[in-house]
């Protein structure tokens, strides 16, 4: 595989502080979070967060906000719908993840993701579309990095992508890895290079230093090393998205 299942180091991490300025919306029985770029009514570009395991929460939100205010309309679809694991259960030890996961395969996942395309491209009339996709979400950025679904990928820490999807993308792939990842490890993470040499798309693989599986996205900000590692991870897809949107 390209990357692990998730692990233990999925179910750890820091709540972050602050209040998103976007709106939820059922859309077509899927809770979707909204975030809007200031001043375009009719925005031609989208992003779409893919997340990890806690799926809407506020961690991710505010990351939807960023995205918006660099000028993406940004949505955050609710992949789990209604059964995300909450990360106050996970440190507890009250949520199960090997029995979770079976009930959120690409199966299930797969038409979730699709539905909220093409709500993007359909009725939102966006033109260009790139993917985020934290830990969990990694895996189905490279499934629908192909022409007409996302047009380009972005992925921190991903898990859980085989080899066959990621030899299978169809666009340019941006990555961020952890130099401490039993998940994306340091082998797999050269078997990954070699893989997107094949594919003949733009790649990026950028690696951070003192950090760990999760950073992107549930790094502890009182940590100078971690703050600086997120932001420097969020400044990669932003420009990522610059150059291939």
Request: charged share 20%; aromatic share 10%.
């Amino acid at each position: 595989m390209a990357s692990n299942p998730p692990g233990a180091c999925c179910a750890s991490g820091f709540k972050h502080e602050g209040t998103p300025v976007g709106e939820t919306k059922n859309v077509n029985g899927t809770e979707i979070y909204i975030s809007y770029p200031k001043g375009n009514s009719s925005p031609e570009k989208a992003v779409i967060i893919l997340s990890d395991i806690l799926g809407i929460y506020v961690n991710a939100q505010l990351l939807a906000d960023e995205f918006a205010g660099n000028g993406y309309l940004t949505i955050l679809p609710d992949l789990f719908r209604g059964d995300a694991l909450k990360l106050s259960d996970l440190e507890s030890g009250k949520a199960d993840l090997p029995s979770w996961l079976p009930n959120h395969s690409s199966a299930v996942v797969d038409p979730v993701v699709e539905a909220s395309i093409k709500y993007l491209r359909q009725d939102l009339g966006i033109k260009r579309i790139g993917a985020v996709g934290y830990c969990f979400g990694g895996k189905y950025v490279c499934r629908f990095l192909k022409p007409g679904k996302a047009d380009a990928g972005y992925t921190a820490h991903p898990s859980f992508v085989t080899d066959e999807e990621l030899a299978a993308i169809e666009g340019p792939l941006s990555i961020s890895a952890a130099e401490t990842d039993s998940i994306f490890t340091t082998p797999l993470r050269h078997k990954s290079e070699e893989i997107l040499i094949k594919t003949g798309n733009p790649w990026q693989i950028n690696l951070y230093s003192g950090v760990s599986h999760g950073y992107a996205v549930r790094a502890d900000l009182n940590d100078k090393y971690q703050k600086f590692a997120k932001e420097q991870a969020f400044c990669q897809a932003v420009n990522w998205f610059n150059q291939h949107l």
